[in-house]
């Protein structure tokens, strides 16, 4: 498995980013995928998750409205479409294969798996 994240960057409060994850050495469509964000000194913490079609979508409370995920699957790609961005968002972003329930289980033993993940930081 091989994912490469891609899109971070500093941007003010209220701006927008699009992350970027490009998958490979597993079925990308089969899976679902799923986005993930370590804030600096925390724990991580599941942000949202796409089904293998793109038809069904989930998102933490905190970024309900200001979030989209979506997946191309001809180019093995998922994004993270962030809008309204707060300092709260302050993280390091990865996406990980599997849904919700999955990659909770099993992110702090493989988060190392996952790729660089790319650095969002959001001024105030």
């Known amino acids: ?13 209220g701006g927008s980013l699009r992350l970027s994850c490009v998958a490979s050495g597993f079925t990308f469509n089969s899976n679902a995928m799923s986005w993930i964000r370590r804030p600096p000194g ?7 998750s796409i089904d293998g079609p793109g038809s069904m979508k989930t998102y933490v409370d905190g970024v309900k409205g200001r ?3 979506s997946r191309d699957n001809a180019k093995n790609t998922v994004y993270l479409d962030m ?3 707060k300092p709260g968002d302050t993280a390091t972003y990865y996406c990980a294969p599997g849904g919700q329930l999955e990659v909770e289980a099993t992110m702090e033993s493989l988060i ?6 790319t650095q969002v930081t959001v001024s105030s």
């Open 112 to 117: 190392s798996y996952w790729g660089q993940g």
């Open 1 to 13: 498995v091989q994912l490469v994240e891609s899109g971070g960057g500093l941007v003010e409060s």
């Open 83 to 85: 809008t309204s961005l």
């Open 42 to 48: 925390k724990g991580l913490e599941w942000v949202s």
């Open 67 to 69: 979030f989209t995920v």
